[in-house]
Structure formats: structure tokens, C-alpha cells
């Protein structure tokens, strides 16, 4: 919030792409094209928007609808109809993993497990699902949001279930926030006999759920990913140091470009300095400013600030200072606000 009164978190932009983008592309990458997306009334027609047919990832997409947020499992289970006696991947619209789809499937079909899942070592556990694994990575137990955490290894958004998983649900209870969680029912699997394996991960992880997160991804996927390309125009004034993307249409005078930064079509830069860890949508005037790790979606308009660091500002949203502003200016703005510093 305030972001998502206008737009699902799901959507929102990082290194300039929706978060769900990179999911699908996931999916995509490991030969999966028959994809159900589980939306809820609120979101469900902007997410179908953007996300279209599966079209431009070669898959179909069935929208499944979940009436109300009663946890994970209970996700899988308003997807029973649609994911029938197969197999099948997991991955959480809200979450950015920096890992290999191909790899996870692969590991789970070749030991014939009942169930994948990801996890990562974390400083502060007692904030996620738990799971107690043996040297072989066999999950011996599991503890959603545990008071004492008996590891550090935290369940984290990617999983593959056999079709077994829809009889754990069944035999489930809600937890003490009325919701099924998917921890308990992977546990109740283990309780059934079920054969439950893991997948470690080495690299980066982010939940977009706050703004820490989501500035996070994407300053990882600018700093993995971004290449040099720049079909804007930059004056003589001007210089682009690093990986920089400036998309057509866009200008930019008297200014420094440090990447990585991504800048969209339609902007104009001028006397200003942008990045490093910087998205810039399209459409968006920065004049007289410094903006460092920071977000700007379409549209916006910043003028006269000194420096604006570790912000989010949403849609045509025009940010502008009034006489002197000194020191660093974070913002978390939504969509459509007029903002006088």
C-alpha cells in the first residue's frame, strides 16, 4: 500500500516488467505450457488484462478463482479441477527466485518423491514456514512461523507436488488464522508416508510484499540481466557510465546516466543525475533531480528534488520540491499523488 489500491502486486514493475512476467517466463523456460493463475475477485479482470491468453509465452492460461485469501492449500485445492491427477509446479505470484524450473522438476522426478521444496537459509526463520531436513535433504518436519525455529532453513516460493498433496489438504485443518496452509498440509503428507525432498538454494529470493523487497528484486534483476542499449537520444552534455537501457523516444540532456539503470520509452531527463539501481517507466519527465535505488512507474513527473533514494513512486504521480530541500527523500507514493517536499 499505497501501490496496490491501483494496481495487484503481482503486477508491479521491477527492472521495468511485471513481477508475474518473470514467473511465467520460468514456467516457460521449463516446458511447461498449461498454466492456471489463482486470482481472487479484486484482482482477477487487471491480472487477466495484463497476462492476456498465454499467448506471448506459447502456454495457455486458465484464470482459477479463489472466492477469499484462506491460505495456499487452500489455493491448490480450488485448482483440483484444473490440475486433475498430474503433477505439478508451484511458484508464488508474490516472489522472485533466482532459480532453475528444469533443475526442480528434474530433482523431483528422479526420486520419485511426493513433494519439492525450496528452501533457503534465513536470519529470522519464525517468519516463514521451517523445515528440518537430513543430510541427504529428506524433510524430516516442518513448523509454519515457529516461536523457536529448529533451523534456519525457510520454505521459500517454489514448489512440485505429486498429486498426493490433494488428499494432505484434504486431511488438514485450518491454522489459527482460518487458513490452509501449505506447510501443514507438505506435514500431514510427511505424517501419511509421503516421501518429501528439497531444494537449496544459493542465490537470491525476494518477496515484492514490501517495498524493502521489491526494491531489492530489482536491483538483482537490473544487476544480473540488464545489457547496454540505448536507442534514446543523450546530448553531447551528457553521459550513459555502465549498463544503461534508455528505450526510443526518450531524451536526455545535461545528465548522468549510472548504471544499471533502465529507462522507458517516451522520458525526458534533463540536468539530472539517475542511478545506479534505478527503473524509469515510460512516459516519465525527471528535470533538476538525483534519483538513486529507486522505482518510478509511467507517467511521473519529478522536479527539483535533491536526492530521491530507495523509493517507490507510482503512476502519474508528479513529485516536486519547493525551495531548498536538503538530504536524502524517500518516498512510497501510489499512483496519481501531487507531492510539494
Known sequence: MPLTRTTPKHLLPVANKPTLFYLLEQIKDANISDIGIVVCPETGIKINEAVGDGSMWSAAITYINQPQPLGLAHAVKVSQGFLGEEPFLMLLGDNLIDCDTDELIERFEAGSFDALITLKEVKDPSRFGVAEVDDDGKVIHLDEKPREPKSR????????????????????????????EITDAIQKMIEMGGRVTSYHLKSWWYDIGTREGLLEANGAILNVYLKTDIKGSLDKKSKAMGRVTVKKGTTISGSIISGPVSIGEGCRVKNSLIGPFVSVGNGVVVEDSSVEHSIILDGCHIYGTKVISNSVIGRNTRVKAKGNVSGVIELLAGDSENIVL
Open 153 to 180: 532453513l525457510a520454505i521459500v516460493g517454489g514448489y512440485v507436488f505429486s498429486p498426493k498433496i490433494h488428499q494432505a489438504i484434504m486431511e488438514t485443518n485450518p491454522s489459527s488464522r482460518r487458513e490452509l
